[in-house]
């Protein structure tokens, strides 16, 4: 919000005075312009509007929709419970709740989706906010959504205070999944001043690479953490998801990632082969493949990032690191993290699995953050698992 907002009327004020006029049977343009002039003492960014018992009311304007509602993080995605309300006698549809004042979310507008839509037909119609320029792109599938950062939420890096424009990334491979048949993207980030000729660089590969890539803007995080000296050089393999014709088991993922993608990254690039500055790591149910993943390739893969891991796991997670110790194979170093407002059970199953690994010897970063399941929490805890895997002190060796 500008600073002007500090002497705009409430939305409670708006609404009176709109109801008041369309009562005397005021013309639409007369009621138009009084949100006209409204929206516009909220300057650059008028809503969502912001209250601070942390009520928050999302507008959109539409004079020809019949239904609009607004999903997302920690408010939910069906439809049919956040329905949006007309203002009497305007074009200004509007729906208010309650969020946590340290929340980061992304949210979308649903327009005219029928009353006994599928659940996830709001993907169908998925608009971004046109009074919130913060946004987001999301992927599987591809979409933009609108962000808000609630006024305690923490801040992300200087840098990264939007990730509106694609970030600049070293290069982008394909490569053959000899299993399937399938061709997976490989988008690879190299630090500034990558130098081979004169050090080895740990890796870090991540799962769902695509959404790193386009909704955390990875590597404008990372080039702001190596600048400020907190972490080391890293090179960093976004790895593109499988089409759902070329999905493979477990273990047959596993297979590629450790036996076809990181020895042809070897090759190409100035990497550490030890184990132990190999990471790997993804969010929702690609962090549980990051880290079973870690688990039966112990041999390539030292530590892990799960971001919100779906449950439950502790129970095999236990049996492979019995397995591992068996073999002669230490635990891997886990960041692990879940969203404070995700589903209860989504933390209880969460913090047990950190109680599994830490009982199998595993060193472990947990956090809850301040949103829900998606990447607008994500991208914002990022800089923290950054520093656990990276941070400049562990990394003398490889100078």
């Keep these: 919000m500008s600073g002007s907002a500090l002497f705009r009327p409430t939305f409670t004020d708006l609404r009176a005075e709109v109801e008041r006029r369309a009562a005397h049977d005021a013309s639409p343009a007369d009621i138009a312009a009084l ?66 004042l340290d929340a980061h979310i992304a949210y979308a507008f649903v327009v005219d989706v029928p009353e006994n839509g599928l659940h996830m037909r709001w993907n169908d119609a998925c608009l971004p906010d046109p009074l919130n320029a913060q946004r987001m792109i999301m992927t599987d599938p591809l979409r933009v959504m609108s962000v808000l950062d609630m006024p305690g939420a923490s801040s992300l890096l200087a840098s990264c ?19 399937t048949g399938g061709w997976q993207r490989l988008w690879v980030y190299l630090p500034p001043g990558y130098d081979p000729d004169t050090r ?56 590629f990632i450790a036996d076809d993608v990181v020895p042809w990254i070897d090759e190409r690039y100035a990497t550490s082969g030890d184990p132990v500055d190999r990471v790997i790591g993804g969010a929702d149910a690609q962090a549980t493949r990051a880290l079973t993943i870690a688990l039966q390739r112990a041999d390539v893969f030292g530590g892990v990032v799960a971001q919100s ?35 209860p059970a989504a933390i209880e199953s969460t913090q047990a699995l950190c109680a599994t690994l830490v009982s199998g010897g595993a060193a472990v970063s947990y956090q809850d953050v301040a949103g829900g399941r998606s990447f607008a929490a994500w991208r914002a805890a990022l800089p923290d698992a950054l520093r656990f895997h990276f941070g400049m002190s562990a990394f003398a060796h490889l100078e």
């Design 200 to 255: 080895r660089y740990p890796t870090l590969y991540l799962l769902d690479g695509e959404a790193y890539l386009l909704s955390a803007g990875l590597p404008l995080i990372l080039d702001q953490l190596i600048e400020d000296h907190e972490i080391t050089p890293v090179i960093v393999v976004m790895i593109e998801s499988p089409s759902r014709a070329h999905r493979l088991t477990s273990a047959g993922w596993a297979r």
């Design 309 to 343: 891991p779906q449950m439950p796991l502790a129970p095999r997670i236990a049996t492979l690191l019995k397995r591992n110790r068996a073999r002669g194979y230490g635990a891997p170093r886990c960041y692990v993290d879940v969203g404070r407002y995700d589903e």
């Design 35 to 100: 949100i006209d002039e409204f929206l516009a003492a909220g300057g650059d960014t008028p809503a969502p509007l912001i209250e601070y018992d942390g009520a928050v009311t999302w507008l959109f304007r539409s004079s020809t929709a019949q239904s609009v509602s607004v999903v997302g993080d920690v408010i939910g995605y069906r439809p049919e419970m956040t329905r949006m309300t007309r203002l009497q006698g305007s074009d200004l549809f509007y729906w208010t709740a309650y969020l946590p």
């Design 161 to 179: 205070d939007t990730c509106a424009e694609i970030p600049v990334f070293a290069g982008v491979h394909v490569l053959q999944n000899a299993a």
